[in-house]
């Protein structure tokens, strides 16, 4: 039955995620003989769509955008026969119309060109019932090969003089004056988006996040590898496994020796080659993109629930007898190098119900950084960690003697594993709220969940608290009774966050303080723009220099930065007094009015959400495309100092910020 667990669980774990995604509108999209492009709804009941031409203010009407037409022409607009519901609604202070059956739309259109015809779009529409609402989209495309055998071209029509090739329709450029670059500014002299990459080099840099990151990713894998150790699974199989190769050597220690480093680089060698895949297949800029992407975001939640169930003791993740078997099978089939290789793949595949949870944790936080190492140098840090005690007990032998034993106390280390992996797990829902404005989880609402699971994680280590797989604890250790003091002092450090206290040793993980409704600090720094347009032309107004901040809601760092640099009074009064502080968050995932087409490194790709622009300006503009980034900016969007990343030192940054001043006050004079 255990070598079926692995594959309830995916399928369990994949339902928990698709369920958050849950469509209640299915569209079938088809190109009629009649010349109209049809597009039939199909509602679930109990649900409902509402109309095309609902008024400002009430709830999203069903919108049809049309981003691509070639070689055909739209006639007229959407239109449809359905049968529309109206009812007043006092929440929305006005009548508001449905459709509740399933309707049909149909737009007309006329082919210039079948064999060069496409078009492109996007059904945008919220979908309610009784209860809950849900705004949805659902993308379309056509070309020739849609088209009925019956549709003809229009009879002598100037092809290359009517062919629509729309990337953006005239009124959303309003948004965005130019493609390449983006021309936005009122002062039609002033170009904003003009790349100043050159200008900016000639500075020099004050500062990267890549070691940063590197660092920071290896020991959270070195950290993982040693709570690994203290598992069931791993722990036991120390002594077991060295004895073995001092056995399998009595003429020779040096031969056991040798053996048993062999053993632990194996180790180190099969999970850096699964960082390494990892990074080939996904690739850096997807992993960038997965630590902000909401399904990811709520996928790694939900695995890190799942996981904390696991070693709660609920249920085992296993994966299934027969690879193991397969890999003893291997180990005893060969000889030398290559035996004991088997034999630490084996100990991987046999540890993977306790190693496999901190495995993921590690690997999400991976993707997180964007770094194209990220996941090999994580993995790495996990290995070594976890091989070391091989290598270190075959040189000394004695001291397997002095290890304490296997029992109940490694079913606490799950335990306590499992609260700390469901307090992470909020970090991530976190980001997929922020990038997404759902406003589930504010800062105080997660504080809340942060006190209360360190706050059981102190009673459990008192032994106030008993799972069923947990022994009777009769007297608490000195190690528990310290831990429990250190888990429930932190309980209580969390405790001022609800009132805005500004928590700095965990506003990396928690949410920003402008999510809280109710707060007595008054020491955040908050911008006074997040456009860069708009606050580029309030600048040049009023003769102040710019402080552009590149960040993300899923960036680390960047709360980091906030939380110990920002909040210094001395940094506080330059950016607030002396800077017009503009934040662009390049995950934003707030829809823009309608898709843009960029064309970057010989390739076309679409715009669709502010966090999208926000990017493609700091790769345009400053090629550059990691958060925190800092540069300063003179009124005509020329850097006025380096730019500058994540560095922690307060000093530097006064100097940075007063080195920006100083060249703007003298571009002023000249």
């Known amino acids: 039955m255990r070598k079926y667990i692995l594959i309830v669980f995916i399928l369990v774990f994949t339902h928990l995620c698709y369920a958050q995604f849950e469509h209640h509108v299915k569209w079938n999209c088809h190109i009629s003989e009649s010349n109209e492009i049809v597009f039939q709804a199909t509602i679930d009941n109990g649900w409902h769509l509402y109309d095309m031409n609902m008024p400002e203010g009430g709830p999203l009407p069903t919108v049809f955008k049309f981003e691509t037409v070639e070689y055909a022409r739209l006639e007229d607009k959407v239109t449809s026969k359905a049968k529309i519901a109206s009812k007043y609604e006092d929440l929305f202070d006005m009548e508001v119309r449905w459709y509740d059956e399933n309707p049909v739309f149909t737009q007309k259109i006329s082919i210039l060109d079948r064999k060069k015809f496409k078009i492109e779009g996007v059904i945008d529409y919220m979908i309610c019932n009784d209860k809950q609402c849900m705004p949805d989209s659902e993308e379309f495309g056509f070309s020739a090969k849609d088209l009925p055998a019956a549709i003809k071209d229009v009879d002598k029509e100037p092809v290359n003089e009517v062919v629509e090739k729309v990337a953006v329709s005239k009124d959303s450029l309003k948004d965005f004056k130019d493609l390449e670059p983006f021309n936005f500014s009122k002062s039609d002299s002033i170009d904003y988006w003009k790349p100043v990459i050159n200008e900016l080099a000639a500075f020099g840099k004050a500062g990267s996040t890549n070691n940063h990151s590197w660092i920071y990713i290896f020991f959270a894998g070195f950290i993982g590898g040693l709570l690994a150790l203290l598992t069931p699974c791993v722990w036991p199989v120390i002594p077991m496994t060295v004895s073995f190769f001092l056995k399998r050597s009595k003429s020779s220690r040096k031969k056991a020796v040798t053996d048993a480093i062999v053993y632990g680089l194996s180790i180190i060698v099969i999970y850096l080659v699964l960082g390494l895949l990892i990074t080939a297949i996904f690739g850096a800029s997807a992993l960038n993109g997965l630590s902000t992407s909401a399904v990811f975001n709520l996928l790694f939640f939900a695995l890190l629930v799942i996981f904390a169930i696991s070693f709660f003791g609920a249920f085992e993740l296993a994966l299934p007898d027969s690879w193991t078997n397969e890999m003893d099978r291997k180990a005893e089939m060969t000889t030398g190098l290559v035996s004991i290789f088997f034999m630490a793949f084996t100990l991987v595949l046999v540890s993977f119900s306790c190693t496999g949870?901190?495995?993921?944790?590690?690997?999400?936080?991976?993707?997180?950084?964007?770094?194209?190492?990220?996941?090999?140098?994580?993995?790495?840090?996990?290995?070594?960690?976890?091989?070391?005690?091989?290598?270190?007990?075959?040189?000394?032998?004695?001291?397997?003697?002095?290890?304490?034993?296997?029992?109940?106390?490694?079913?606490?280390?799950?335990?306590?594993?499992g609260f700390l992996e469901l307090a992470l797990s909020l970090k991530f829902l976190s980001v997929a709220d922020l990038a997404y404005g759902w406003e589930i989880l504010d800062r105080e609402v997660f504080l809340v969940l942060w006190i209360i699971i360190f706050a059981l994680l102190g009673f459990y280590l008192l032994g106030k608290l008993r799972l069923p797989h947990d022994d009777e604890l009769k007297t608490v250790s000195v190690p528990r009774l310290f831990l429990a003091i250190l888990s429930l002092s932190f309980s209580i450090y969390l405790v001022p966050g609800l009132w805005g206290a500004p928590l700095k040793s965990v506003s990396a993980f928690s949410p920003p303080l402008y999510t809280q409704d109710f707060s007595l600090y008054s020491g955040e720094v908050r911008p006074k723009f997040h456009d860069y347009e708009e606050g580029m032309e309030y600048a040049r107004r009023n003769g102040k220099p710019v402080m552009i901040d590149f960040s993300g809601y899923g960036c680390v760092n960047c709360r980091e930065m906030e939380a110990a640099v920002w909040s210094d009074p001395r940094v506080k009064n330059i950016i607030e007094n002396e800077y017009v502080l503009i934040s662009l968050h390049v995950d934003d995932k707030t829809a823009l009015k309608e898709p843009v087409i960029i064309t970057e490194a010989g390739k076309q790709r679409k715009l669709r959400t502010a966090g999208d622009r926000w990017s493609y300006l700091q790769r345009l503009k400053f090629g550059a495309n990691a958060q925190p980034f800092y540069v300063l900016l003179d009124n005509d969007g020329l850097p006025a100092a380096p730019w500058r990343a994540y560095n922690k030192n307060i000093d530097e940054y006064i100097r940075y910020l007063q080195q920006g001043l100083v060249e703007y006050k003298r571009r002023k004079a000249e």
């Open 357 to 417: 949870p901190i495995i993921g944790t590690l690997l999400v936080e991976a993707a997180g950084t964007g770094n194209m190492a990220g996941p090999a140098v994580g993995m790495f840090g996990f290995a070594l960690s976890l091989a070391l005690p091989f290598a270190l007990f075959a040189l000394f032998p004695a001291w397997l003697q002095n290890i304490p034993k296997s029992g109940g106390w490694l079913n606490s280390v799950k335990v306590v594993l």
